[in-house]
């Protein structure tokens, strides 16, 4: 488990703190999605999550230790931590894509290289490959630490929609006994795949199970987002009666499933 | 009122020059008292802690250059060891690139790169009598600043990512980390450099280019406050000359 308390960050060259408070519990087996307007200081939330910057107050604790109780306990959390960072560039300092994923050599590189369509790109620099293709290589890199804990910075931005598909996948898979940590802006990926939303604003970090904020969409307006189109389509499908009444999807899939099946049920017609 | 760039850019030069002409050890003792006095005067609190947070940086180059100096006799040693001999002058480079390394990063604090760019281009533009009215040197000086910005957080960044990757590679050697270390200043230095190639495509996109006359010269002028810091800056020359010739 992962446990924020009391934190709170300064940023250098300003005089107060980003935010009132932050305290919050994160278990593993999950997918938490981290949103928040622009500004809010997500990206700060997750660099102090992976332990490398410090706190301006209070402190995380993994499996009940604070991480900056010493050197030795920063360390060995950061062996749990696999970072995506927003700009993968910073991730790369070797000469080729397949120095970069054989600097941890793991059984399933093959297996990784394949699923992610690395197979063309590894003889390539990698400060030569496109944002996508930097993603996806950002993603394989630490994927193959095995992290117990891996955060991922708009993990999907710049991928096509095949490869967006597949990296969702691989992340749900990946939550078996992992935590999973996510910022994105995209509110209909963050509803379809996250297990917990986690809404960042000034005052702190407020979590709700995403099947609360399917029920509650109120709830973005109140952090400052906009409602998912998802959302908004459901609620005008149930309030003209072609949806039953206190049905929630989380996806536009979902709601052509349940129109289909409503389709088939009242024999063709709606 | 504020200072022209001139003024600060002049200040920082001519304090680095002068300080290189220094031989006795009460001379840098003022011209730190001064800095001192105009870093508690004119800088902010958050000013005053991005300079001091940079404390490493500044004396890790002169201390580079000290152990360097350590075995080489430049003059009479003061004290000495083995192979390791400490001399006057070491000790007087060590005090000068630590004081060179300080003005400069308080000239970057107090000075935007624009109005860098600016003082630089109005410098040029005086120095040929009006007849210099492009865009190229103070678009230089833009994009080299930002390459410098870049370098600066990109260090930073790459070294924590490195961190957190080798994190796991415990049975490496340490020679194999240090050579590995020194490697990174390869991806800084070619993610600032990008950084730098998109700061010139957005002054290009702009209509910043080195024949453009987008910057008014003729506007930039001196007030009181830079004429007064000119004749601090002409009596500390003048007092040190007296001080030195008579005592």
Aim: glycine share 6%; proline share 3%; hydrophobic share 45%.
């Amino acid at each position: 488990m992962l446990e924020i308390k009391h934190l709170n960050y300064q940023p250098p060259q300003k005089s107060h703190f980003l935010w009132q408070d932050i305290s919050v519990r994160l278990q593993t087996n999950k997918i938490y999605g981290l949103v928040g307007v622009n500004g809010v200081g997500k990206s700060t939330l997750l660099n102090l999550l992976s332990g490398l910057t410090l706190p301006s107050a209070g402190d995380i604790y993994w499996q009940q230790q604070p991480i900056h109780q010493s050197k030795t306990a920063l360390r060995q959390y950061l062996t749990q931590v696999g970072y995506c960072l927003q700009d993968a560039d910073h991730l790369f300092f070797k000469q080729t894509v397949r120095e970069e994923l054989e600097y941890h050599l793991q059984a399933d590189l093959q297996s990784i290289i394949e699923l992610l369509q690395l197979q063309p790109l590894l003889e390539r620099s990698p400060f030569e490959l496109s944002g996508g293709q930097k993603k996806r290589l950002g993603l394989a890199i630490m994927l193959l630490r095995k992290p117990q804990i891996l955060l991922g910075d708009e993990i999907t931005a710049g991928l096509d929609a095949h490869f967006q598909k597949v990296v969702l996948s691989l992340l749900q898979s990946y939550r078996d006994q992992h935590l999973v940590v996510l910022v994105t802006h995209n509110l209909e990926e963050a509803l379809q795949m996250c297990d917990e939303l986690l809404f960042l604003d000034k005052q702190g970090l407020h979590n709700y199970p995403t099947a609360q904020v399917v029920q509650q969409p109120e709830l973005f307006a109140q952090f400052g987002l906009l409602k998912p189109t998802s959302l908004h389509i459901c609620q005008q499908l149930i309030a003209a009666g072609l949806l039953p009444a206190a049905t929630y999807y989380r996806s536009n899939k979902e709601i052509a499933q349940a129109l289909a099946a409503q389709w088939d049920k009242d024999a063709h017609t709606l | 009122m504020k200072l022209d760039g001139r003024t600060k850019l002049i200040t920082c030069i001519f304090l680095t020059l002068f300080m290189f002409s220094f031989h006795y050890y009460w001379q840098y003792g003022v011209i730190i008292g001064l800095f001192v006095i105009i870093v508690t005067t004119t800088f902010s609190a958050e000013q005053r802690q991005q300079l001091l947070q940079h404390w490493k940086l500044v004396t890790f180059l002169p201390s580079l250059n000290l152990f360097a100096n350590l075995f080489f006799v430049n003059g009479p040693v003061l004290w000495s060891w083995g192979w390791l001999h400490l001399t006057n002058l070491d000790l007087q480079i060590f005090i000068r690139i630590a004081l060179l390394l300080m003005f400069a990063l308080a000239l970057t604090i107090k000075t935007t790169p624009q109005e860098l760019a600016l003082s630089v281009g109005k410098i040029f533009h005086s120095v040929s009598l009006g007849r210099y009215n492009g865009a190229g040197v103070p678009l230089v000086i833009i994009i080299m600043v930002a390459f410098i910005n870049e370098f600066q957080a990109t260090f930073v960044t790459v070294q924590q990512a490195y961190k957190l990757r080798s994190s796991s590679s415990s049975n490496q050697r340490g020679w194999q980390r240090v050579k590995e270390y020194a490697f990174l200043l390869q991806p800084i230095i070619l993610i600032s450099m990008k950084k730098a190639d998109q700061v010139a495509d957005a002054l290009i996109a702009k209509g910043y280019h080195h024949n453009s006359s987008l910057f008014d010269y003729q506007a930039i002028k001196y007030h009181v406050m830079d004429i007064m810091v000119y004749l601090v800056l002409i009596l500390i020359f003048v007092g040190n000359w007296y001080l030195v010739k008579h005592f």
